[in-house]
């Protein structure tokens, strides 16, 4: 099995009392290498679980390991965080942050990927001038000329233009893929995470609902329409029934009788958003995630 990029053991996260917890029980593992979307509703903890990852937090209970290192605090060199707010200085120009970008990586800059990315930017301009998608573009640019082994991007592509967006998240890949960095990137965006993401954690009331590679949560489910009739031994993550008819999409125990059925394989957009309506559905992890191994269980 290759190294985990995230350990997470039961990790909770608790701002005050009186507000509850943020994240809770969270148990995952991401293995390096991978390109991971985040996903969950608005205030769903993946903000905070980002934050735990980056170090700028502390859990309140549990662990995370990032990289293999016990506190993400001290392994900050290796990692690249940028946050939902994209925190720039103001009164610095883009070629001065991108200096002083050089001068806070000694070593490891990299900076003609900063200089990809960074390109159409008015080098000249304070950033408080910018828009938000430049000051986006201009963050990110900062991530990849670090040349971290571990990118944690917080809704990245959000105030970007769709070509901007597109431009980008190719430059993201393409760094994933020549550098085998791991990324993990929240978004709301789920069409646009379905081609780029190899891996999701979708995160729902503070806890991880589905973990593992997107092909085999993909396919541990299946959409079945025909006739109504008991689909038993499946779980049913989400159905409906009009006069006779039965569309239901569930999470599989063997084989889906496909006689009796139509069956085909959902989207991944589809499976994130059934699993988003149905809250109560039970939880899955993968092998690769932490999830159990086939066949241990029953052995055990
Ligand atoms: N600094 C903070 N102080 C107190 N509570 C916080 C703080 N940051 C987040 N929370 C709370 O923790 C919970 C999870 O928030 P978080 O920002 O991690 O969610 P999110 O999934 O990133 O949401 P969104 O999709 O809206 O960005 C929410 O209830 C939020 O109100």
């Known amino acids: 099995m290759t190294g985990a990029a995230i350990e997470a053991d039961g990790l909770g996260m608790l701002y005050g009392r009186r507000r509850g917890w943020a994240l809770r029980d969270c148990s995952f593992r991401l ?6 979307a985040l996903v969950g509703p608005n205030g769903a903890g993946k903000s905070t679980l980002l934050a735990l990852a980056a170090g700028l ?6 662990t995370v390991r990032v990289l293999g290192a016990a506190d993400p605090a001290g392994t900050r060199h290796r990692v690249a965080y940028v946050a939902q707010d994209k925190p720039l200085y103001p ?3 883009v070629a001065g942050t991108l200096r002083a970008g050089a001068d806070l990586n000694p070593g490891t800059w990299d900076g003609e990927a900063a200089g990809r990315i960074a390109g159409p930017l008015p080098h000249g ?4 001038s910018l828009s938000g998608g430049q000051r986006t573009r201009l963050a990110l640019a900062l991530a990849l000329g670090k040349r971290a082994e571990l990118l944690l991007l917080d809704e990245p592509m959000a105030d970007l233009d ?7 998240m190719g430059a993201l890949m393409a760094e994933a893929a020549d550098h085998a960095t791991t990324i993990v990137m929240s978004s709301h965006i789920l069409t646009e995470l379905e081609g780029a993401c190899d891996y999701v954690l979708l995160v729902d009331g503070g806890r ?3 973990g593992g590679e997107s092909e085999d949560l993909v396919a541990a489910h299946a959409r079945i329409t025909g006739q109504v009739r008991d689909l038993a031994p499946h779980t049913v993550i989400e159905s409906r029934t009009t006069g006779r008819q039965l569309s239901a999409l569930v ?21 994130l958003l059934a699993h988003l309506r149905t809250p109560g559905a039970p939880a899955l992890l993968t092998p690769s995630a932490g999830g159990p191994v086939p066949g241990e269980v029953a052995a055990a």
Do not use: M
């Not at 769709?162 to 980008?168: C, D, F, I, K, T």
């Open 31 to 36: 293995p390096a290498g991978r390109i991971c």
């Open 57 to 62: 937090l502390r859990p309140t209970e549990g």
């Open 91 to 93: 009164q610095l120009t």
């Open 125 to 128: 301009a304070k950033v408080r």
């Open 162 to 168: 769709p070509l901007a967006r597109h431009q980008l």
């Open 208 to 210: 991880v609902r589905l």
């Open 251 to 271: 999470r599989k125990e063997g084989r889906v009788d496909d006689t009796a059925w139509d069956v085909t394989e959902p989207s991944l957009e589809e499976l």
